[in-house]
Nanobody, 125 residues
């Protein structure tokens, strides 16, 4: 079972930027698509972005396309989410996530089976 630990959240003004990091352990990181999910107060958890095991393909929710960038460093067992032009509606707890199967293409929230404890991102207007 993979363990995921997120960091990098915080409070930022609208239009600002944050970079989230996720450190993974307990699995063969380079064999798994990795992703980010988020959950705002009173809402269901939703897909934000994912990146395939070698980093060759990325997927984004329409709401973050052009503003967020997902990347990974397999040598460091880490995945990142660069968030630019942040909006108040981006306020949520952000979770790093992994599927249970290696070499799986995952681009929806339901495709992920493990996630970390989350990191809070708050965007003020």
């Amino acid at each position: 079972q993979v363990q995921l630990v997120e960091s990098g959240g915080g409070l930022v003004q609208a239009g600002g930027s944050l970079r989230l990091s996720c450190a993974a352990s307990g699995g063969t990181f380079s064999s798994y698509t990795m992703g980010w999910l988020r959950q705002a107060p009173g809402k269901e958890r939703e897909f934000v972005a994912s990146i395939t095991w070698a980093g060759s393909m990325t997927y984004y929710a329409d709401s973050v396309k052009g503003r967020f960038t997902i990347s990974r460093d397999n040598a460091k067992n880490s995945v990142y989410l660069q968030m630019n032009s942040l909006k108040p509606e981006d306020t949520a707890v952000y979770y790093c996530a992994a599927p249970s199967r290696p070499f799986a293409f995952v681009s929806t929230e339901k495709g992920f089976d493990s996630w970390g404890q989350g990191t809070q991102v708050t965007v003020s207007s």
